[in-house]
């Protein structure tokens, strides 16, 4: 299994307040994502990072916020959480040396997040 | 755009029975990567199988094998000789080239249930 860890793993917090999520990993890959996943949208990307100081925007990246300052960490904040971004959070990686479209991207575990 | 579709939101199998699950694809990049993923309800996601566009033979792991028509832009999954253990939801998952992220585009999933 591909060494990624996701903290933490469920979190409650109130709306309004300052949320961060951490991905770990130590397969050393150059690719970190981050995906939320909701009852009738499967997975959808937030941001994602092709290297350390460099991300992109995903497809529902508006009310968050990411950061990669070490090849094996990359956080997702969500600087004043609403409700609207109660979902199950995954990190994934995967490593693009051959630039290959075959290389599986390896999911954490998911974070369960509740914002009341 | 690119996208996923999956039309078939639940569906039920006999044990050791075969099923496919339906999956169709739209894009216009002629290179990418086609994904299929299990999610149990412990919600971890595991990798299943994986068809590239220019592969000419469909894609076949164990149980499972991925009946790609390319022109007609589907990539099902056939599980053949069903378990019980095989009862989850199932998502594929089209991954884009590198040069725009290397992200994966999931359908909405497919659950299965197999009954003894």
């Known amino acids: 299994d591909a060494g990624i860890t996701q903290s933490p793993r469920h979190k409650v917090t109130e709306t309004g307040t300052p949320v961060t999520l951490r991905c770990h990993q130590t397969?050393?890959?150059?690719?970190m994502y981050w995906y939320r996943q909701d009852p009738g949208h499967g997975l959808r990307l937030i941001h994602y990072?092709?290297?350390?100081?460099?991300?992109d925007k995903g497809e529902v990246s508006d009310g968050y916020s990411v950061s990669r300052s070490k090849t094996e960490d990359f956080l997702l904040t969500l600087e004043s959480a609403t409700s609207s971004q109660t979902s199950v959070y995954f990190c994934?990686?995967?490593?693009?040396?051959?630039?290959?479209?075959?290389?599986?991207?390896?999911f954490g575990p998911g974070t369960r997040l509740l914002v009341l | 755009a690119q996208k996923i579709t999956q039309t078939q939101p639940g569906m039920f199998v006999q044990e050791k029975e075969a099923v496919t699950l339906d999956c169709t694809y739209d894009?216009?990049?002629?290179?990418?990567?086609l994904f299929w993923y299990k999610q149990p309800s412990s919600g971890e996601m595991i990798f299943l199988i994986y068809?590239?566009?220019?592969?000419?033979q469909n894609a076949t792991e164990g149980r499972y094998s991925l009946n790609f028509q390319k022109a007609r832009k589907s990539a099902n999954l056939v599980i053949s000789a069903s378990q019980l253990g095989d009862s989850a939801m199932y998502f594929c998952?089209?991954?884009?080239?590198?040069?725009?992220?290397?992200?994966?585009?999931f359908g909405q999933g497919t659950e299965l249930s197999v009954k003894p």
């Open positions: 994934a990686i995967s490593e693009s040396q051959r630039d290959s479209l075959g290389e599986t991207q390896y």
């Open positions: 397969e050393n890959h150059r690719y």
């Open positions: 990072s092709y290297g350390v100081k460099d991300t």
């Open positions: 894009t216009s990049d002629p290179s990418y990567g």
């Open positions: 068809q590239g566009s220019y592969d000419q």
């Open positions: 998952a089209m991954r884009v080239p590198y040069n725009q992220g290397g992200k994966l585009i």
